[in-house]
Every structure is written in structure tokens, then in C-alpha cells.
């Protein structure tokens, strides 16, 4: 199989965790930004998520880290975040120079905010459906 499963050439999915307040935040900002529908959505307790993480042998019951899969790759951490800021437009892109920074640097910045994103922002206690309007964005069978 030379894509992840639900995926087709072509696909981009950011996968979140939908427990989340601060992810859902993000794909709420996708939704609103990603003004050409270029990404897809899904959360990693899915059905999807998980079929995609068990193919990237990725953890099924820790997310701590955003995933973006472009095709048959996978980015994580900071790489993910900027690979997707760098599709969205001025001026969200321009925060796609912080590649200019080590990776080490970057994805240290990263786990600080992901170890400590619930104390932070808190968490839901169920995944929140998608808006009847915003559907066809995410990742469905």
C-alpha cells in the first residue's frame, strides 16, 4: 500500500489530538486560514487517526506530538507546524523563517508547550464534533 490508510495521492492531513484545547484550537485555525481546503483533518482517537498512526508505527494511547502527512510522509513536531504554516497565507506563512532555526532548538520550544498543553489549556473530556459546515474537511471513511 503506498499511502497510509483513508489517504489518496494528493492528501495532506494534520492529525491533532481532539482532547485537546489547544489542538482543537489549531484546526479551528486551519479551518478558518487554510482558505483552499488544502489540508484534511483528523484526530489521532479516531478510527482514521489511529489506522494512520499504527501505519507510521507512530504511539496509539500517547499523542504528544501534531502529525502532518503529506502523501506517504510523515512530519512531527516542529517540522509538521512549519510545513503546514508555510501552506497557509501572509502573514501566517512568514513564521515559516523559523526553519531557520535548529531542529533541536525548534522541536525543544515544541515539547515544552506539548508536555504542558493541558495544564496550560486545558482538555476536553470527549473529542468535539466538527461543525455540520466544516465536514467535509476532515478525514472520514
Known amino acids: 500500500m503506498p499511502y497510509p490508510p483513508y489517504l489518496q495521492a494528493g492528501d495532506r492531513v494534520v492529525l491533532y489530538d481532539g482532547v485537546c484545547k489547544l489542538c482543537n484550537g489549531w484546526s ?10 488544502r489540508f484534511k483533518l483528523c484526530c489521532v482517537q ?13 504511539p496509539l494511547d500517547r499523542f504528544d506530538t501534531l502529525l502532518y502527512v503529506d502523501g506517504e510522509h510523515a512530519h512531527a513536531r516542529s517540522d509538521a507546524f512549519l510545513r503546514i504554516i508555510a501552506e497557509l497565507p501572509a502573514p501566517w506563512r512568514y513564521l515559516s523563517a523559523l526553519r531557520l532555526l535548529p531542529r533541536g532548538l525548534r522541536d525543544w520550544g515544541y515539547e515544552r508547550i506539548a508536555q504542558n498543553r493541558y495544564r496550560l489549556f486545558g482538555r476536553y473530556r470527549h473529542c468535539p464534533l466538527p461543525r455540520p459546515e466544516d ?5 472520514h471513511e
Open 46 to 58: 479516531s478510527p482514521q487517526g489511529q489506522a494512520i498512526l499504527a501505519w507510521f508505527d507512530m
Open 28 to 37: 479551528r485555525f486551519l479551518l478558518r486560514h487554510d482558505r483552499d481546503a
Open 135 to 139: 465536514r467535509a474537511r476532515f478525514l
